[in-house]
């Protein structure tokens, strides 16, 4: 398993400052998706792109992933069309950074009900995404989040695509929220599984949850490791930090190198 964090972590850092911490924290790689105070564009020069990709290989830290905001639940077959446009920069910009994955969301929508036509229309895009993906030898992982936090949805979605290029992204936290149980989530997910955004969180006033250090939250980590481990998992286990203020982004980033390690090591 790769140990890696997300940079929306810690979206204010330049990439000079990412590439640092990470191999100064001894991170296995780091998964691309804020820099220098935002998300990372789709529209990079082609300097820009060839300065990212110096300045990790530099650094000896590779990235596994670029994470993206496409989303295709809506309704408006325009709308995805335009979201479906906007993964294929990304999938260039991973294939020159060497980067396996591209995340993407299911995304959600006003009113919008779990169910086949939701279903559908997420899988459609996918559909025609997925090969594009294959032509640049990425596979596209698609998010328990927003309409699709249970993994359940996910699944259906990825059952009706079943190609290659294509699989789950699974944030441990969104599933619970949403009232499914880790190890049901893994076992509708399992086939599909190629990342991982791991997180800690416990629930805190009226029930919200509230992100923790991880392993300080309520979340069954253990147990989710273990699972992983049952199929030998080989992707990113990716830290996601989402809270705010303290403590930093540091510190979150050095606790779970050294926690996950340890998690890996008693499971």
């Not at 025609?128 to 596209?140: I, K």
């Not at 009706?160 to 294509?166: A, G, T, W």
């Not at 203020?245 to 190198?257: F, K």
Request: contains cysteine; neutral net charge.
């Amino acid at each position: 398993m790769l140990i890696c964090f997300t940079t929306y972590s810690c979206p204010s850092w330049t990439p000079q400052e990412i590439a640092r911490f990470a191999r100064a924290q001894q991170y296995d790689a780091v998964e691309l998706r804020s820099m220098n105070g935002g998300i990372v564009p789709p529209d990079l020069s082609a300097a820009q792109r060839r300065e990212i990709k110096q300045i990790f290989a530099e650094a000896g830290v590779p990235i596994v992933c670029v994470g993206t905001s496409a989303r295709f639940a809506s309704p408006d077959p325009a709308e995805r069309a335009r979201n479906e446009e906007l993964v294929l920069p990304y999938l260039e910009m991973a294939a020159e950074w060497g980067a396996s994955l591209v995340r993407v969301f299911g995304g959600s929508y006003e009113g919008n009900q779990p169910g086949p036509a939701l279903f559908d229309r997420v899988a459609e895009s996918l559909a025609r995404l997925a090969p594009r993906a294959a032509q640049f030898g990425v596979r596209l992982a698609l998010e328990t989040h927003d309409a699709f936090s249970r993994g359940e949805y996910v699944a259906e979605v990825l059952r009706r695509v079943r190609h290659p290029n294509l699989g789950a992204c699974w944030d441990i936290l969104h599933p619970v929220r949403s009232g499914e149980e880790p190890t049901y989530t893994f076992n509708v997910l399992r086939e599909f599984l190629i990342h991982t955004h791991m997180k800690d969180a416990r629930r805190g006033a009226e029930g919200r949850w509230e992100a923790t250090l991880f392993g300080e939250g309520e979340l069954p980590i253990g147990t989710i490791l273990g699972l992983l481990k049952s199929i030998a998992y080989r992707g990113p286990l990716s830290l996601e930090w989402e809270g705010k203020g303290e403590p930093g982004p540091a510190r979150v980033l050095e606790h779970y190198s050294r926690k996950i390690r340890e998690y890996l090591q008693s499971t």
